[in-house]
């Protein structure tokens, strides 16, 4: 297997990991009917995205095979037919507007996204997934202060939201001063960092439960608070 596969073999472990956080925000959670099924959609997801990626390559055709996709894997959540389609719509209109200055780029490079992806690409495809990632981190951060009116202190923003972009330009720099001969050394440095932002998602997520937790527990405790109040009044 060349290098390139090798690659996009690791690196689309974090891919996957970031649709599955994209349409969890989209449909629920709670909205999932069976866990079980849904792990088997996603690997076999990943299962059919590598081998598109490996012996079709062409980056139009993996656009058009994620939209299918997405579509069944929202069949797993209980949802409505019109929140379905949104949820694939946002999910692959994020995709999109993250890929599109990529694209531009590659095409401004010399790169055309009607041919197979050689290695120059491979930092496109590695950007594409470290930025795709980083903002589902923004967007599920705003759509917990939203929904529940909590703020994330900006040390916490800080923290989590640097973690995709340092690791990026890290991971960068480092394939400039590597080769090919380096491939045991590459498979690594992009395995790690894959490693590193998922363990960064799951610090983030029990962040975000624990502000949850501490919010619905200052309501209760002023709910109480009213409920003693009002009782003394009497």
């Known amino acids: 297997m060349s290098l390139i596969n090798i690659v996009f073999v690791i690196i689309n472990i974090l891919g996957v990991y970031t649709v599955y956080k994209l349409m969890g925000l989209f449909c629920g959670v709670e909205m999932i009917k069976s866990k079980k099924a849904l792990i088997v959609i996603y690997f076999v997801y990943y299962l059919l995205s590598c081998m598109n990626f490996m012996y079709i390559n062409i980056p139009l055709v993996l656009l058009l095979f994620n939209l299918l996709m997405y579509f069944f894997i929202s069949l797993n959540y209980r949802i409505s037919i019109k929140k379905r389609v949104m949820a694939v719509v946002y999910t692959y209109l994020i995709q999109i507007l993250v890929e599109v200055p990529f694209i531009i780029s590659a095409n401004y490079l ?75 050394e590459v498979i690594l440095a992009v395995t790690l960092i894959a490693l ?36 003394e009044e009497r």
């Open 110 to 184: 010399g790169l055309n996204i009607f041919e197979k992806t050689d290695l120059k690409s491979m930092y496109m495809i590695i950007s594409v997934r470290l930025c795709t990632y980083l903002v589902v981190i923004i967007l599920d951060g705003y759509m917990m202060t939203k929904r529940e009116e909590t703020d994330i202190p900006f040390s916490s923003w800080i923290g989590i939201v640097s973690v995709p972009i340092v690791t990026l330009v890290l991971l960068i720099l480092f394939l400039n001063i590597s080769t090919l001969d380096n491939k045991i």
């Open 196 to 231: 590193v932002n998922i363990a960064n998602y799951f610090l983030y997520s029990s962040t975000l439960n624990i502000m949850r937790e501490n919010n619905r527990k200052a309501i209760i405790e002023q709910q109480n608070e009213y409920y003693v109040k009002r009782s």
